[in-house]
């Protein structure tokens, strides 16, 4: 889980915030930050980041505005 080091926010700070309580938080990927948004994953040093395409997500039934990308944290 995310340990809060901000080095996804810094890499992707269009997808990835720091919140209040002092751990990252991600958006809906836009199609123009797929490869930031990669690279903050790829980056994650206890490999917290998940980008998933929403259409394999059955439970999931809204389609994302413009992104083909989600941001889930495990």
Do not use: Y
């Amino acid at each position: 889980s995310c340990i809060g080091c901000g080095l996804c926010a810094g890499t992707c700070p269009l997808v990835f915030t720091m919140g209040d309580d002092g751990l990252a938080h991600g958006a809906e990927v836009a199609a123009n930050q797929e490869n930031a948004a990669r690279e903050a994953q790829e980056g994650c040093p206890v490999g917290a980041i998940s980008l998933e395409d929403w259409s394999t997500k059955k439970a999931s039934r809204r389609e994302p505005m413009g992104s083909r990308l989600l941001v889930f944290f495990v």
